[in-house]
């Protein structure tokens, strides 16, 4: 596959309106107005700190929306998830889909100065899998070819990783791996300096991308400064200003933007009736909704009596009305979920009815397990991170539902995202309250990193080998039509055994402030929103102030 754009005749009908302006004496209007659009302070609300901002051991959407604007890999998404340069201005994928060969840009520099070439790329991608660093997302690399080996400590290098010039990179797979290249454009496999790895680079980060790190303060502030020497040409922002949240208050982050002090906010499930039909909101503030790949669901402990009993968990999605719940309390555009893939994404299934709710067949399922009328199991503790009204309600209704089929529930929310990541990820909870966010557009972004055994991400302790294979399989297969299919079976099955409930499919429903112009959102939502093209308009600053 060649990655150089092609030929658009848009972009010629551009450049000849440039040659008429220069003739007409307009140009030099056109170059001052674009130049009007550098410098200023670009505030956004950061729901829940990071747990670290290096890409090997990024997991978290919070970590990935700095990380987003502070690296570059080899190819990214362009907002209709096309894959197309970054980095690698073009590349070729082989016959046999194993062998990805890749160009680099010349003159890419990192932030230190220093000019990125192919052994960084291989550096970075044999970081991952050292055994030493014990990154999460290791599994994501492992089909290259010796990835496996060198990840076990059993060889010195990774043979499928070669550089074969400053500026050209080769990566050979041991198998077909069709979503190869979007694992590619994820935040994990971005580019590092070598020389500036060391026990707090997850803390001072050193990348590529528009902008740079300056500074931050745990629990306050994450600040990024342009990056003057940006390959794409430097942002129009002259700083990037997070402000860190200790849980997810969505209703604290709306108050704080209708004060002025944030430039974008999502909009609180209290507050999206009343903004969709109100003009003065809509006439004060730009409202951009758009629906997004993702699913909110509650994780099951699969390996925790009495969840182990798959009768159980299928009593447990059967007892809730999840679409009752949504509509009702969630709002904000949700879309009511039946399975695990959303839609929009491949292998999605319109006609999935899921479980419904059926609080009559619930009970019996319970009983056929051993536990009559809930009778039998101890109080099941559900955990979250947020502390949203929203969520807090959605809680509270799983509470009730679970009470009239005799199952007590008692909802928790963790000290910050950090705490309850590492709850989760050590099997710690019965239940858990989570979403997970599409990295890539495919469906192996869901069903293998949410439902695979060996996926540190599957948070629910859920394993079928049956699941495990066919998901293998899935990777390595070539036919779109049969992989395709295959998701939907693995969709299936995983619905029988029922280690999550699917809840809901959030819509990115956002309100920016009326002087943010160059606003792009694409269906990976908020975190990928390239801030480097977003830029304050001034005029339009000094009429909301007045």
Same mark, same amino acid.
């Given at each position: 596959?060649?990655?150089?754009?092609?030929?658009?005749?848009?972009?010629?009908?551009?450049?000849?309106?440039?040659?008429?302006?220069?003739?007409?004496?307009?140009?030099?209007?056109?170059?001052?107005?674009?130049?009007?659009?550098?410098?200023?302070?670009?505030?956004?609300?950061?729901?829940?700190?990071?747990?670290?901002?290096?890409?090997?051991?990024?997991?978290?959407?919070?970590?990935?929306?700095?990380?987003?604007?502070?690296?570059?890999?080899?190819?990214?998404?362009?907002?209709?998830?096309?894959?197309?340069?970054?980095?690698?201005?073009?590349?070729?994928?082989?016959?046999?889909?194993?062998?990805?060969?890749?160009?680099?840009?010349?003159?890419?520099?990192?932030?230190?100065?220093?000019?990125?070439?192919?052994?960084?790329?291989?550096?970075?991608?044999?970081?991952?899998?050292?055994?030493?660093?014990?990154?999460?997302?290791?599994?994501?690399?492992?089909?290259?070819?010796?990835?496996?080996?060198?990840?076990?400590?059993?060889?010195?290098?990774?043979?499928?990783?070669?550089?074969?010039?400053?500026?050209?990179?080769?990566?050979?797979?041991?198998?077909?791996?069709?979503?190869?290249?979007?694992?590619?454009?994820?935040?994990?496999?971005?580019?590092?300096?070598?020389?500036?790895?060391?026990?707090?680079?997850?803390?001072?980060?050193?990348?590529?991308?528009?902008?740079?790190?300056?500074?931050?303060?745990?629990?306050? /502030?994450?600040?990024?400064? $342009?990056?003057?020497?940006?390959?794409? =040409?430097? #942002?129009? @922002? *002259?700083?990037?200003?997070?402000?860190?949240?200790?849980?997810?208050?969505?209703?604290?982050?709306?108050?704080?933007?209708?004060?002025?002090?944030?430039?974008?906010?999502?909009?609180?499930?209290?507050?999206?009736?009343?903004?969709?039909?109100?003009?003065?909101?809509?006439?004060?503030?730009?409202?951009?909704?758009?629906?997004?790949?993702?699913?909110?669901?509650?994780?099951?402990?699969?390996?925790?009596?009495?969840?182990?009993?798959?009768?159980?968990?299928?009593?447990?999605?059967?007892?809730?009305?999840?679409?009752?719940?949504?509509?009702?309390?969630?709002?904000?555009?949700?879309?009511?979920?039946?399975?695990?893939?959303?839609?929009?994404?491949?292998?999605?299934?319109?006609?999935?009815?899921?479980?419904?709710?059926?609080?009559?067949?619930?009970? /019996?399922?319970?009983?056929? $397990?051993?536990?009559?009328?809930?009778? =039998?199991? #101890?109080? @099941? *503790?559900?955990?979250?991170?947020?502390?949203?009204?929203?969520?807090?309600?959605?809680?509270?209704?799983?509470?009730?539902?679970?009470?009239?089929?005799?199952?007590?529930?008692?909802?928790?929310?963790?000290?910050?995202?950090?705490?309850?990541?590492?709850?989760?990820?050590?099997?710690?909870?019965?239940?858990?309250?989570?979403?997970?966010?599409?990295?890539?557009?495919?469906?192996?972004?869901?069903?293998?990193?949410?439902?695979?055994?060996?996926?540190?991400?599957?948070?629910?302790?859920?394993?079928?080998?049956?699941?495990?294979?066919?998901?293998?399989?899935?990777?390595?297969?070539?036919?779109?039509?049969?992989?395709?299919?295959?998701?939907?079976?693995?969709?299936?099955?995983?619905?029988?055994?029922?280690?999550?409930?699917?809840?809901?499919?959030?819509?990115?429903?956002?309100?920016?402030?009326?002087?943010?112009?160059?606003?792009?959102?694409?269906?990976?939502?908020?975190?990928?929103?390239?801030?480097?093209?977003?830029?304050?308009?001034?005029?339009?600053?000094?009429?909301?102030?007045?």
């Amino acid at each position: 596959m060649n990655g150089n754009k092609p030929y658009h005749p848009i972009l010629i009908s551009a450049g000849l309106l440039l040659l008429l302006s220069v003739a007409s004496g307009l140009a030099p209007a056109i170059a001052d107005q674009t130049q009007n659009r550098y410098g200023g302070k670009y505030n956004v609300a950061l729901s829940s700190e990071p747990e670290s901002l290096d890409p090997a051991f990024i997991t978290g959407i919070y970590a990935v929306t700095v990380a987003n604007n502070l690296y570059d890999g080899l190819v990214e998404f362009d907002k209709d998830l096309n894959i197309v340069p970054a980095i690698a201005k073009m590349w070729r994928i082989s016959r046999d889909h194993r062998t990805y060969s890749f160009d680099l840009r010349q003159g890419v520099r990192f932030h230190n100065g220093r000019e990125v070439n192919a052994d960084d790329f291989e550096f970075s991608i044999r970081r991952i899998l050292h055994p030493d660093t014990h990154s999460p997302v290791a599994s994501l690399f492992l089909n290259i070819r010796g990835a496996r080996a060198f990840h076990e400590g059993n060889a010195a290098t990774v043979s499928g990783l070669e550089v074969l010039g400053r500026y050209k990179l080769k990566i050979t797979l041991d198998q077909p791996f069709s979503p190869f290249l979007s694992i590619l454009a994820m935040v994990n496999a971005r580019v590092v300096p070598k020389e500036a790895i060391g026990p707090e680079f997850s803390k001072y980060p050193v990348g590529t991308g528009p902008f740079q790190f300056d500074r931050w303060r745990p629990q306050q /502030e994450i600040i990024l400064t $342009a990056n003057q020497q940006y390959y794409q =040409g430097r #942002p129009y @922002l *002259d700083t990037l200003y997070f402000q860190i949240y200790r849980n997810i208050e969505w209703e604290k982050v709306f108050s704080t933007f209708e004060r002025g002090y944030l430039d974008q906010s999502i909009i609180p499930s209290n507050k999206y009736d009343e903004i969709q039909s109100s003009t003065a909101y809509l006439a004060r503030y730009q409202l951009v909704s758009k629906p997004t790949l993702n699913l909110v669901y509650v994780g099951i402990n699969c390996r925790q009596k009495p969840l182990d009993d798959p009768r159980v968990r299928r009593a447990l999605t059967m007892a809730v009305d999840t679409e009752a719940l949504v509509k009702s309390i969630t709002k904000r555009g949700s879309i009511p979920a039946t399975g695990i893939l959303p839609p929009g994404i491949a292998g999605f299934d319109p006609r999935l009815k899921g479980y419904g709710y059926n609080p009559v067949q619930a009970r /019996e399922l319970l009983a056929q $397990a051993g536990y009559p009328g809930g009778e =039998g199991i #101890p109080p @099941l *503790d559900i955990w979250t991170v947020s502390k949203s009204e929203s969520v807090k309600a959605e809680l509270s209704a799983y509470r009730d539902y679970l009470a009239a089929v005799g199952i007590t529930l008692n909802p928790r929310v963790a000290d910050n995202w950090k705490h309850f990541i590492q709850m989760i990820n050590d099997k710690k909870v019965p239940l858990y309250y989570a979403a997970w966010y599409a990295d890539y557009p495919d469906p192996d972004n869901f069903l293998f990193v949410l439902c695979h055994s060996a996926s540190r991400t599957n948070r629910m302790g859920y394993a079928n080998i049956t699941i495990d294979r066919m998901l293998e399989n899935a990777r390595q297969e070539v036919d779109y039509i049969k992989r395709i299919q295959t998701y939907r079976d693995v969709q299936d099955q995983v619905l029988q055994d029922a280690p999550l409930i699917p809840q809901h499919v959030n819509s990115f429903n956002y309100l920016f402030q009326p002087w943010v112009k160059g606003i792009e959102v694409s269906y990976l939502g908020a975190a990928y929103i390239p801030f480097r093209k977003i830029y304050i308009d001034y005029l339009a600053t000094s009429q909301a102030k007045r």
